[in-house]
């Protein structure tokens, strides 16, 4: 088995969930990642939503898929994940992609906050169509801290089991608060 990342761990889950025509969202650009999958995934006749609130993250992420040829389906919104359910009805999302945490290579200070993030995973759930995943991949310790993983995981509990299937895994032997990835399946 190869040494999975969390963001390539999660991928291989997202990857069985988007199909060709599928509307997308990824709550966190950052350097566009995540929203080149996603956009590669859906193909021309879907659509991703990216956010973020950082100019230069959206800037980033638009140049990696002009490079790769993949930004015809895409909206780059500079606007709080929290802001979401302004962009996207109802029950029309196929997957939802959270990468917590800071952008790569920027301001440390800049990073999701549990108010935001858990406000955007709350309209991610309306938002998600019946079968819909999100995705989330949670970062603590050193600068980020432990208030978002917290506050998340103490969310995820109460989520309805009737309504929601929430599979949270580990890396259960690294070091130093390895990352956690969990995924939300909307029944």
Not at 18 to 30: H, N, Q, S
Not at 39 to 50: D, I, M, P, Q
Not at 66 to 77: L, Q, R, Y
């Amino acid at each position: 088995m190869k040494n999975y990342q969390i963001t390539e761990w999660c991928r291989l889950f997202i990857a069985q969930q988007v199909r060709e025509g599928d509307l997308c969202i990824d709550a966190t650009a950052g350097n566009g990642h995540d929203t080149l999958f996603l956009s590669r995934l859906a193909k021309s006749s879907g659509r991703v939503l990216a956010f973020d609130i950082q100019k230069e993250a959206l800037d980033a992420a638009q140049r990696r898929l002009i490079k790769a040829g993949a930004d015809d389906n895409v909206s780059f919104i500079l606007d709080s994940h929290s802001h979401m359910d302004r962009y996207a009805a109802p029950e029309t999302v196929s997957c939802i992609v959270f990468n917590l945490g800071y952008l790569p290579g920027g301001d440390h200070s800049l990073a999701t906050r549990p108010e935001t993030t858990l406000a955007a995973i709350e309209q991610g759930l309306t938002l998600l169509k019946p079968g819909g995943l999100i995705s989330l991949c949670i970062y603590s310790g050193g600068d980020s801290g432990f208030a978002e993983r917290d506050a998340l995981l103490d969310y995820l509990k109460t989520l309805d089991s009737r309504k929601y299937l929430v599979i949270l895994s580990q890396y259960y032997n690294r070091p130093h608060h390895p990352p956690i990835p969990v995924l939300i399946h909307k029944l």
